[in-house]
């Protein structure tokens, strides 16, 4: 198995995708970081998985959530009681587009 070497081009390329900015301390460490990733990722390609049937999870799949069931609905004032800020029975927010 080969080494893989990342150039500090790559290194930046990568981090130019992922819109970091780095040192060029971080550019040699994260050099040497994900070369040692892609070898370890060659050293599992080695594996024979042909054996094992392909999936898209080893877990087994649940729902979690419960049902949604409707219930009664707050009276406006127990709606409005935490609100910063009403204008009679409605909530007051800042404007957020222009114009």
Same mark, same amino acid.
């Given at each position: 198995m080969a080494e893989t070497i990342l150039s $500090? &081009? @790559?290194v930046r390329a990568i981090a130019d %995708? $992922? *819109?970091l900015e780095l040192s &060029?301390?971080?550019v040699a460490l994260y050099q040497r970081q994900l070369s040692a990733i %892609? @070898?370890?990722f060659q050293k599992l390609e080695e594996l024979d998985?042909?054996?094992i049937d392909p999936t898209s999870s080893v877990l087994p %799949?649940?729902?979690v959530m *419960? /049902? @949604?069931r409707a219930g /009664? $609905? %707050?009276s406006v004032d127990e709606a409005l009681a935490n609100a910063p800020d009403s204008d009679g029975e409605q909530f007051r927010v800042r404007a957020v587009l222009d114009g």
């Open positions: $500090a &081009d @790559d %995708l $992922a *819109r &060029d301390e971080d %892609l @070898d370890y998985t042909s054996h %799949l649940t729902n *419960r /049902p @949604d /009664p $609905a %707050l």
